[in-house]
């Protein structure tokens, strides 16, 4: 039996109808879904999820390391690249999609009632499987590098926490007004294109002038993708001043994107 | 028995028109300054606020394991109303509760992918519906049984028809252990054969004690399945009451003003050669008052004026009835009556009358033809000739049997023989 909140002899206004398991479920075949759909019909499948950081390292590693001349902190240039590249396309890949996720569902939010943050979680949660995918083949480039994890790899965890929780925050947050206002698709996708260079991917944090820093320390990804390097790729403590700042900041934003999206999720079906 | 859904005050009010853009915002501001604000102009490119209110103070209490029906005109508020129930919006003032699980079938396989298999499908769907994995895995073969798409389970959905794809979805809503069930016109779809059985597990629903919510332009089912009907006009509740009271009234609501506006009835849709036309088409009653409104069983007499431009030789005019929804129901023809001369020229008038007409209250409309004299090639076609209305009021045709279902009364005996020997039970 499912468990359900609402008894069929009471009287009740409140919307949700069954307990968390149920809802948990539907997000798992959402996700299922959305995962499905886009790696059906297509011959290479999943491993689309691996060519895009890969590419995109290879080019990084001609512009910044060969021609740019841009450190790496002793580490091959295309493992430092790519240990940043696997989380920034995890964030920017679910923002991307995930602000359009409830109008593309437009048909069963219009249609039936069920938690709405299902719709940008099972967004976030799909590009779960592809940031699995290129973390795999991260291992593979290390054995090829000969670099090995060292124990503070054990703080990686933390990061891919904030990663997510940040993501969800942000993905929540212009998905709902996207509802609303159209505009902020193509703003969304402006800003992804310009944020991966304001967050060091290309380059280390230590290569940015010091009368640029306050723009990097507001910005959660600087301390998430310097955390990733610190941790997988240097072995080496985290920027404890900086992580903590952005997990401050991240739990803020996260708090505050949920308040809202559970204040606005009310009137989707009126403007979708 | 206990309320199973219950609405308090609810008001429901929406934004009409194209959502204003910035470019609109900035608009309106000058349109204000320029003292323009509420010309008409300006309301139509978005630069004022104008809403619409969906319901208006809607009160209704449903008792669980009731049917009812829900009727009106399109934009009377019937779906605000399922929405509502369902939670997919909420009211802008009033409270709407409800008991239990609700299951909305507003549109069919609406959670459905097209590239997934109908098995994915059924699980996907399901599940937005709330059933757990383990209840799917159970209640699958009904699920798929029930829909007939046992071949085509592990198809990609695009490949089926759009009737497949409701019978699906039908089929998973009402295997996912609703409460209240909510239906919207969704029997339009599919065949024949699966709107009875459709009809049928909504009845064994109702039967199970659960609570069914049901809006349908069709009155013939919407009486066959719900005993209480509530009207809804211009978001209000009109009526409220048992089924087949509500609905004849609507019914001759509707027909009166339909008949209303029938005076372009003869120039669209016609045909033939035009060697014959057609110049008027009145409906008397017997002394000859025009009329488009009887008494079942009342007289109705066809008056048709024809105009002929050459000389034609033993044409053949028919006038038939058609009822709106179902189609033809009597098709009557000169050639037979033989009341005619051999040939025809210039105008003339074609009187057919029908007495005692047993029909069943609903709207009909008329269909005539002249044809050749073998009946090769038609001078004229009217599909849509004037309309009348068989008014409801429960009296019937006096001597003649008169169920609720049906088009026409007719006269009926049953008879009973108890069997000599025991039945063979073959």
């Not at chain 1, 491993?47 to 890969?54: C, M």
């Not at chain 2, 009021?393 to 009926?412: I, K, N, T, W, Y």
Request: proline share 5%.
């Amino acid at each position: 039996m499912s468990v359900a909140l609402a008894n069929p002899g009471v009287l009740t206004d409140r919307a949700e109808r069954l307990g968390a398991p149920a809802y948990f479920e539907l997000l798992m075949n959402l996700t299922r879904r959305e995962v499905r759909g886009r790696y059906s019909q297509s011959l290479f499948g999943i491993g689309w999820a691996i060519a895009q950081p890969l590419a995109t390292m290879a080019v990084f590693t001609l512009v910044f390391s060969r021609l740019g001349q841009i450190p790496s902190g002793g580490v091959p240039y295309p493992i430092f690249a790519y240990a940043a590249l696997v989380p920034w396309f995890f964030f920017s890949n679910s923002v991307s999609s995930g602000t359009l996720s409830l109008v593309t569902y437009r048909n069963i939010v219009t249609k039936t009632y069920f938690p709405r943050e299902i719709v940008p979680l099972a967004q976030v949660c799909s590009r779960l499987i592809d940031f699995s995918a290129a973390a795999a083949l991260y291992t593979v480039l290390m054995a090829y590098y000969g670099i090995a994890l060292g124990r503070w790899a054990a703080m990686a965890p933390l990061f891919f926490v904030l990663l997510v929780l940040f993501t969800v925050a942000v993905t929540m947050t212009t998905s709902a007004v996207n509802v609303f206002y159209r505009d902020v698709n193509p703003v969304v996708q402006i800003a992804l294109q310009l944020w991966l260079y304001l967050t060091p991917v290309a380059y280390p944090l230590s290569a940015v002038p010091a009368r640029f820093r306050l723009l990097f320390v507001v910005n959660p990804l600087t301390a998430i993708v310097e955390g990733f390097r610190a941790s997988i790729v240097f072995n080496r403590p985290p920027d404890w001043s900086l992580v903590s700042i952005s997990s401050a900041i991240i739990l803020v934003l996260f708090i505050a994107a949920f308040t809202m999206f559970k204040y606005m999720d009310k009137y989707f079906a009126d403007v979708i | 028995m206990p309320a199973s859904v219950r609405l308090d005050r609810v008001s429901k009010r929406y934004r009409a028109g194209r959502s204003r853009t910035f470019v609109d915002l900035i608009g309106s501001r000058i349109d204000s300054v320029r003292g323009q604000s509420r010309d008409v102009q300006s309301a139509s490119r978005g630069r004022v606020d104008s809403t619409i209110w969906a319901l208006r103070d809607v009160d209704l209490e449903v008792a669980q394991g009731a049917a009812l029906g829900i009727i009106g005109r399109n934009g009377a508020g019937k779906t605000t109303l399922l929405k509502l129930i369902s939670r997919v919006t909420w009211p802008t003032s009033g409270t709407v509760r409800v008991a239990g699980h609700v299951v909305s079938l507003i549109e069919l396989g609406a959670g459905f992918h097209p590239e997934l298999t109908g098995r994915e499908n059924v699980y996907l769907g399901a599940g937005l519906f709330g059933l757990r994995r383990r209840e799917i895995d159970r209640c699958f073969d009904d699920i798929v049984q029930f829909a007939d798409v046992e071949r085509l389970i592990d198809t990609p959905m695009k490949r089926y028809s759009s009737g497949l794809y409701a019978r699906l979805g039908f089929s998973v809503a009402i295997f996912s252990r609703p409460d209240v069930v909510l239906v919207d016109e969704v029997l339009a779809v599919g065949d024949a054969a699966f709107r009875r059985r459709a009809l049928e597990a909504l009845r064994r629903l109702i039967g199970e004690g659960k609570t069914v919510l049901f809006i349908s332009h069709d009155m013939w089912n919407v009486r066959r399945l719900c005993d209480q009907i509530v009207w809804m006009e211009d978001g209000r509740v009109r009526a409220q009451g048992p089924a087949g009271e509500v609905a004849e009234r609507y019914l001759n609501e509707v027909n009166l003003a339909a008949l209303e506006n029938r005076a372009t009835a003869l120039q669209s849709h016609r045909g033939g050669t035009g060697e014959v036309r057609y110049t008027d088409v009145d409906l008397v009653d017997d002394v000859g008052r025009p009329t488009s409104m009887i008494e079942p069983g009342d007289s109705l007499v066809v008056r048709a004026g024809y105009r002929a431009e050459h000389p034609v030789p033993n044409p053949v005019f028919r006038i038939a009835i058609v009822d709106v929804d179902t189609g033809l129901v009597v098709s009557t023809a000169t050639s037979k009556a033989a009341a005619l001369p051999d040939r025809i020229d210039g105008g003339g008038l074609v009187e057919c009358r029908f007495p005692r007409l047993p029909l069943r209250p609903r709207q009909y409309v008329l269909r005539l033809s002249i044809a050749d004299q073998h009946d090769l090639g038609s001078y004229d076609v009217v599909t849509a000739g004037p309309r009348f209305a068989v008014r409801g009021g429960g009296r019937g045709v006096d001597g003649l049997a008169d169920e609720d279902d049906g088009l026409v009364s007719l006269p009926f005996e049953f008879a009973h023989r108890a069997a000599a020997v025991s039945v063979n039970p073959r």
